[in-house]
């Protein structure tokens, strides 16, 4: 069983960033570690119960879509090895398993949003507007129902602490350029018809999924970040997917389901949670990289 942990402490490296799961390590001048912790946020609070494991799970989810996408699209991580870099035993320890060492890059401004079945904001702008993002749709879709074809809705990436806004492909023409904006956009579409037919033919539907980019010394597109994970992605059961029903979720859907039975008026500090809620989203974290890394069902 490996050691839950909810934060690092990584005294031989700058910290860079505390984010909601991750913590964000500076090596040197060219390189970053992150590392997923198992804290779990909902509704914009961590909470003060861990999920064990979940570090490791999602970690490994990003690793397998790295290897899987290298020869479409390269990546991040580093040849350097983990032991170079955190030679303390201790150190080492509360990275193994959890961590990516990453190549530094500059980050492209935009958040590169695919979806492929109609749910949450895309949901409530089309019944609004008969449209996602300005993208027609046509009338008479129903909820989680699947799209004609992917649509690409990217949005601005905002300030930590601040809420990502959805804009249009002109704008991220204006933020990154438009070769840099049509090289994002062909590159998305392109990972999630790979991911998509990869994952339905074990029984996953990827409704939706969010990949960030960044560019190399040579100006060259790089696949960074973590990729299509319960956490940046929404996953579904294919055998319980039927369109005008909001799905159960390959994530902590079972948290958010749970809090919401609470009298908790949803800020700092959250509740703790009960062991079975915990055991639970852990099982479908899981489940998600064994049915990945499994034989196609269908």
Known sequence: MQK???????????????GKVRDLYGVGDNHILFIATDRLSAFDVILPSPIPGKGALLTSISDF???KTKDLIPNHLSDRKLEEVLPDPEEFAQAEGRCMLVRKLKPVPVEAIV????IGSGWKDYQKTGAI???????????AERLP???YTPSSKAAPGEHDENISFEETVKLAG???ANQVRDMTMALYQLASEHARARGILIADTKFEFGLDENNKLVLMDEALTPDSSRFWPADEWEPGVNPPSFDKQIVRDYLETLDWNKKAPGPTLPDEVLERTEARYREVIDRLKGPATE
């Open 4 to 18: 839950t942990v909810f934060e690092t402490n990584i005294k031989s490296l700058p910290l860079l960033h505390r």
């Open 65 to 67: 879509w790295f290897e």
């Open 115 to 118: 979806r492929g079945y109609i």
């Open 133 to 143: 993002c300005g993208i027609e749709l046509p009338p008479g879709l129903q909820i």
């Open 149 to 151: 074809e992917p649509v």
């Open 178 to 180: 438009e070769d840099i």
